[in-house]
C-alpha cells in the first residue's frame, strides 16, 4: 500500500507519501481500506513532536479515517469483511490501509455520506466529552464555546444544541467565522479580539445572560481568552480545558474558583476511548444518529485526493478553511 510516512518528528515536509507494507491485524483489530480520512488540528502537534503521546517512528499520522473491512483479527466477531466503518485512532489514518483496535471502531448507518461520516469523529467526540461528561451539561444551561469558528468549536455549537442546551454563545475573532458560527446554530456571538478582553468579554457575557454568567465554558483555545472566560462564569460554572489553539497555556486565579464555586475540568478524549470503549462507541452511535435526524450536519470546508496530505496540513496550519478537510482515496464506492 501507499502511506504518508513520517521518520522524524519536525514539519510537514519530513513526511512523504511511499510505499509501505501492508498491515495485518492483531486478535482484537481490524484492517480497514481507507476510503476518506479527516485532518485535525492535533495531527500538527503529533507531526512536530509536540503531542502528548508519541508514536514509535516510522509512521502514519491521521486520527480518523472511515473504511471498508478487510481483515479481522481472531478475537473480534462484531465486523464482517466489507462493512463500512469509522475507526477513531491515535494514528495510522494517512494511509491506504491501517489497523485499528476493533473497541475502537463503529460501523457506518447506510446513507451516510462517507465524508460527512469521517468529519463526525475526533472534534464530535471531544465536544461530546467535554458537555455530557465532564460539563454534565444540562438542559437549558448557557453554554460558551471559546474558539467557536474551529473545528471543536463548531462540534460543540451543534451538539450543546442537540443535547438541550439553552443560549449557545459563539466566542470568535472580530467578524471571522461568523457565519459558520451561526449556520452551526450559535445563538450570540461575542468578540474575542476586543481590547481590555477580561472586562469586555465579561460585560458581553452579562448582557446576554440577565447578569447571571455562562454555566458552561468549552476552551479550546487557552492563554487570556481563558483568564477572561473564568470571569463570565456563572455561580456553579463548569470551565472545560480542551486545547491551546492560542498558542499559550492558560493560567486559573483561585479567587475566582472559590468565590463563584467554579469548577475547571480537563478533557482527553483519547483516554475515555481507550479506558471506557463501549460509552465512546455509544457516543459515536449517538452523533451518527443526530447526523440520521438531520439535528447536526458537519460542515465540509475542503475535500482533496489522500495523497495531498502536506497540502491539507498546512491549510489546518494556516487556518485557511473554515469545517472539515477531508482526505479521499481514489476508491471510494459503496459496492
Ligand atoms: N482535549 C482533546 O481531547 C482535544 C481533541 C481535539 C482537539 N484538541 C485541541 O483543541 C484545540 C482546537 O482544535 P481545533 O480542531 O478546533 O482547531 P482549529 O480547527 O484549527 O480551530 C482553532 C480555532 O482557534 C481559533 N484561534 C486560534 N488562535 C487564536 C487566538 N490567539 N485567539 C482567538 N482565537 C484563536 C481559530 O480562530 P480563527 O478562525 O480566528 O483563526 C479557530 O477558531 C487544539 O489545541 C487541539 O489540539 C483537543
Sequence with gaps: ?????????????????????????????????VITAEVNFPDLLVIEGKYQFKPPLPFSPGKGAVGRVCGIGSDVVEFAMGDIVIANV??????????????????????????????????????????????????????????????????????AKA?????????????????????????????????????????????LTEG???????????????????????????????????????SFHGGYLLVKNISVLGLQSSDYRNRRPEMARAAQCAIFDFYQQGIIDPPIGATLPLANFAH???MVANGEIRGRIILEASRNDRS
Aim: proline content about 3%; hydrophobic content about 50%.
Design 90 to 159: 491515535e494514528y495510522g489514518a494517512f494511509a491506504e490501509k491501517l489497523a485499528a483496535p476493533a473497541a475502537h471502531c463503529v460501523k457506518v448507518p447506510d446513507g451516510i455520506p462517507f465524508d460527512k461520516a469521517v468529519a463526525m469523529g475526533l472534534v464530535y467526540h471531544t465536544a461530546w466529552l467535554a458537555l455530557k461528561e465532564r460539563a454534565q451539561l444540562a438542559r437549558d444551561e448557557s453554554v460558551l464555546v471559546l474558539g467557536a469558528s474551529g473545528g471543536v468549536g463548531l462540534a460543540t455549537i451543534e451538539l
Design 212 to 250: 447571571k454568567g455562562v454555566d458552561i465554558v468549552v476552551d479550546p483555545l487557552g492563554g487570556d481568552a481563558t483568564s477572561a472566560a473564568l470571569r463570565a462564569l456563572a455561580w456553579c460554572g463548569r470551565l472545560i480545558v480542551v486545547g491551546f489553539a492560542s498558542g499559550d497555556l492558560p
Design 312 to 314: 491539507a496540513l498546512s
Design 1 to 33: 500500500m501507499q502511506a504518508a510516512l513520517l521518520h522524524e518528528f519536525g514539519q510537514l515536509d519530513t513526511l512523504s507519501w511511499e510505499q509501505s507494507k501492508d498491515p495485518v491485524a492483531r486478535r482484537d483489530e481490524i484492517v480497514v481500506e
Design 163 to 207: 443535547l438541550g442546551a439553552g443560549k449557545v454563545i459563539a466566542a470568535i475573532r472580530g467578524d471571522r467565522g461568523a457565519d459558520i458560527v451561526k449556520a452551526a446554530g450559535a445563538d450570540e456571538i461575542v468578540d474575542l479580539a476586543a481590547a481590555n478582553l477580561k472586562d469586555h468579554l465579561r460585560e458581553q457575557i452579562a448582557g
